[in-house]
């Protein structure tokens, strides 16, 4: 059996599953402002209370130190700057430890057990609190030289727009959760100097306000979706003229409104990308049941692969 931690800004997931990326158990607490080590504190004791595990997966914000295993700097966790995660673990547990930023590690849980089995190349993208994404290319997980492959969070599209990873108009910016909330707050603020009716106006915003408002018929909020969309494509022709992946994934705010997204950016896909690339060329949803967890479980099985 296997045990996995999935480290969140808001919150914590452990659980207990085996190689084939089943979770047998899982539970969820919340972490805010809390200290990293007295959070792997209580992984470790949730860990245990599940049972014996023979290795242990990590899947954390990145951006993330791959061989020296901890953080560096992750935007929007401060107390997690330079927390050595790997060797604090290793003092608690007597077992393969393992660690890898998120978005490498849903990457490869996707290969392995979701959308991309059979595929040889593709790229998850996170669109949760951050934006990241996870490269699999001919076959192999691609990380880089130090982790940071996949870091298309500070890429910047435009030279103005919402805030994320330190820069406006970056990726993140357009495409996490508190970005699309800020890209709804401007348009709300349009909407109050015209006078026209919209949910986000009168709301405590979230991302799943906005996508829901779009999705219910709120033309203000399906503008915001529309462009955030527009700019997801953007993104996606870049890479694909990059690597020519067969596959692009979505991940949370994309698995859960799927046609929010995919309609708008393949509309720039097919205007932006080489023709030859484009043919054939998928953009799907995640089909993982528990993302999260799988993600970590995916990273104990590299683990245990590499001990042996």
Known sequence: MLGGIDI????VSVCRGDASGRVHAAERFATPEADPALVLDECVARLAHFGACNAIGVACPGPFLAAEGAFLDPPNMPRWH??????????????????????NALAL??????????VDTMVFFTMSTGMGAGLVIDG???????GFAGEVGHWRLADDGPLGFGKRGSVEGFLSGPGI???????????????????????????????EAATSGD????????????????????LADLLEPEL????????????LFIPPALSVIEREALAHVREDLRVVPSALEARGDQSALAVAVRAISRSS
């Open 140 to 146: 192999k997980l691609w990380q880089g030289r130090r």
């Open 8 to 11: 969140g800004g808001t919150k």
């Open 248 to 259: 692009f994934v979505l991940g949370t705010i994309g698995t859960a409104h799927p046609d």
């Open 82 to 103: 330079g927390f050595e995660l790997v060797e604090q673990l290793r003092a608690r547990v007597s077992v393969p430890v393992a660690a890898m930023n998120d978005a």
């Open 109 to 118: 849980a996707e290969w392995q057990w979701g959308a991309g089995i059979g």
């Open 219 to 238: 033309v203000a909020a399906r503008r915001v979706t529309d462009a955030c969309g527009r700019r997801l494509g953007q993104l996606m022709a870049l």
């Open 181 to 211: 909330v800020q890209a709804a707050e401007a348009e709300a603020r349009i909407c109050l100097h015209n006078g026209e009716s919209t949910r986000l106006i009168d709301e405590s915003l979230t991302a799943e306000i906005v996508c």
